[in-house]
């Protein structure tokens, strides 16, 4: 798959996921991205095929995915610095302030403890 074709088949998704992290014109709730976009990434490694990807565009997708989180969260944020953040402190205390469930934090404490290589005392 090509950079173009991968930006139109999950644009719909970002845009949207900008709209709900949208709390005024100008400001992003970026704690709440770094969420959304951390649980796109789960999602489509656990079921490309769902996801509209094969395996092979994985790579492209996780390209593509800090491209659109450097956009938001700044030029250091990748989607390994999401999973650092939803581990932190101040990542447990977003993901309790958004009421996010017990089933999603495990999925996404999973793949933090994944991509971070190392064992996390939640």
Excluded at 8 to 31: G, M, N, Q, S, V
Excluded at 38 to 47: K, M, R
Excluded at 88 to 111: C, E, M, N, P, V
């Amino acid at each position: 798959m090509e950079l173009n074709n991968l930006k139109e088949l999950y644009a719909p998704a970002i845009d949207e996921i900008l709209e709900r992290c949208r709390i005024t014109d100008e400001f992003i709730d970026k704690e709440k991205y770094q969420i959304f976009l951390a649980t796109i990434w789960g999602n489509a490694v656990v079921d490309p095929k769902g996801a509209g990807l094969e395996e092979a565009d994985l790579e492209l997708l996780h390209d593509y995915l800090n491209i659109e989180l450097q956009e938001v969260v700044g030029a250091e944020a990748t989607l390994t610095t999401c999973f650092e953040f939803i581990v932190s402190k101040k990542g447990q205390d977003s993901l309790d302030r958004q009421k996010i469930t017990s089933r999603h934090r495990a999925f996404l404490h999973y793949f933090a403890r994944l991509i971070l290589a190392r064992d996390i005392q939640i």
